[in-house]
């Protein structure tokens, strides 16, 4: 992925393999979301894709 590209909410949801609303739920005051306007967001992908890795290795991480 390109360092300085910047997603759509439902690109980021395609990445991730959830919904529109799981994105905006989750990722919302993060680093990476960026609110251009106020129907605007994009999410910095280099940096989208680092927190899905760390929540996906958290996730694997914990015991039943």
């Known amino acids: 992925p390109d360092a300085d590209r910047y997603l759509t ?5 395609r990445i991730a393999g ?3 609303r799981w994105i905006y739920r989750h990722t919302r005051g993060q680093r990476f979301w960026k609110q251009l306007s106020r129907r605007s967001v994009r999410l910095h992908e280099a940096g989208f894709r680092r927190w899905l890795e760390v929540r996906s290795s958290a996730g ?3 015991g039943p």
């Open 9 to 13: 909410p439902e690109e980021a949801a």
């Open 18 to 20: 959830v919904t529109r």
């Open 60 to 62: 694997r991480s914990a």
